[in-house]
Nanobody, 120 residues
Framework: QVQLVESGGGLVQAGGSLRLSCAAS????????MGWYRQAPGKQRELVAG???????NYADSVKGRFTISRDNARKTVYLEMNSLKPEDTAVYYC??????????????WGQGTQVTVSS
């Protein structure tokens, strides 16, 4: 089994910054792609940013230039640095991590979600 523990959400004023972390533990042989999604009330969950095993990143257009995703492979942790936050960034943020086990079984896991609220 694999566990993901998220941290770093909270309440911040518009223009402020937050840093989210998501640490994976458990039956992990290889950590594959890692990413952050968000879901605002009444909206579908959307991809915010992703990072491959090799460090290739991709971002939603709405966060380009403001958010930075990174990973620490030794710590099996993915980060999301969020700057110049806007009220429309308010959502529950979920990490998603692809894992391959020692027996070659691969699947994605989701974090529990962390609330980010940006006040105007």
């Amino acid at each position: 089994q694999v566990q993901l523990v998220e941290s770093g959400g909270g309440l911040v004023q518009a223009g402020g910054s937050l840093r989210l972390s998501c640490a994976a533990s458990g039956s992990i042989f290889v950590v594959n792609g890692m990413g952050w999604y968000r879901q605002a009330p009444g909206k579908q969950r959307e991809l915010v940013a992703g990072i491959s095993r090799g460090g290739v990143t991709n971002y939603a257009d709405s966060v380009k230039g403001r958010f930075t995703i990174s990973r620490d492979n030794a710590r099996k942790t993915v980060y999301l640095e969020m700057n110049s936050l806007k009220p429309e960034d308010t959502a529950v943020y979920y990490c998603n991590v692809g894992v391959t086990s020692a027996i070659g079984y691969s699947r994605d896991y989701w974090g529990q979600g962390t609330q980010v609220t940006v006040s105007s």
